[in-house]
């Protein structure tokens, strides 16, 4: 067998109805991020990650590429909120 891209699995796989899910190094490789990174944000920031047997976990891209929008968008109104009460509080 050989190794294919996240596209080409995405592409054999897409008729069936199904993604391919990533493993903790692919998921760090495509977002560019530590492997710390990505265990914070499982254990303390709610990533949605598949859990498998023997403790594996998998994710799938979609649904992070999701989460980490619903989370830049909470981190801007939290950003906004308190722009603004410092704002409010200096007049």
């Known amino acids: 067998m050989t190794a294919q891209t996240l596209a080409e699995r995405a592409e054999i796989l897409r008729p069936a109805g199904i993604a391919p899910l990533l493993n903790s190094e692919q998921l760090r490789a495509h977002f560019g991020v530590s492997r ?5 944000w499982v254990k303390t920031k709610g990533c949605p990650v ?42």
């Open 36 to 40: 710390w990174t990505v265990t914070e």
């Open 50 to 91: 598949v859990r498998l047997p023997g403790g594996i976990r998998r994710f799938n891209l979609a649904d992070v590429q999701e989460w980490l929008a619903q989370q830049d968008e909470t981190t801007a109104q939290t950003r906004s909120a308190q722009a603004r009460r410092a704002v409010s509080t200096r007049y």
